[in-house]
């Protein structure tokens, strides 16, 4: 059974920093894709940023240059470092992860921003 649970949200001043988390178990991790998507109150989820099986990254244009993403095989996570965070960051983020047709989401995990 696959899971993938997130951790790290919460409560933010505008500018701070937050790092979230993810845990996969019943998947082989190393070759999936792993994604980090959030979704606003009345706004459609939306990708954030996205690790390859391969390493390589992209990043949604709103957070480039302010978040990184990065996966450890060893112990199946990936994690989102969120810096400078702005009060249009609050959303719930969600844990993706993905390999030809077979894809799974997590719970989510709120962020809020403080203005």
């Known amino acids: 059974q696959v899971q993938l649970v997130e951790s790290g949200g919460g409560l933010v001043q505008s500018g701070g920093s937050l790092r979230l988390s993810c845990a996969a178990s019943g998947i082989i991790f190393s070759v999936f894709d792993m994604a980090w998507y959030r979704q606003a109150p009345g706004k459609e989820r939306e990708l954030v940023a996205r690790i390859t099986d391969g390493g390589r990254t992209k990043y949604a244009d709103s957070v480039n240059g302010r978040f990184t993403i990065s996966r450890d095989n060893a112990k199946k996570m990936v994690s989102l470092q969120m810096n400078s965070l702005k009060a249009e960051d609050t959303a719930v983020y969600y844990c993706?992860?993905?390999?030809?047709?077979?894809?799974?989401w997590g719970q989510g995990t709120q962020v809020t921003v403080s203005p």
């Open positions: 993706n992860a993905r390999r030809l047709v077979l894809e799974r």
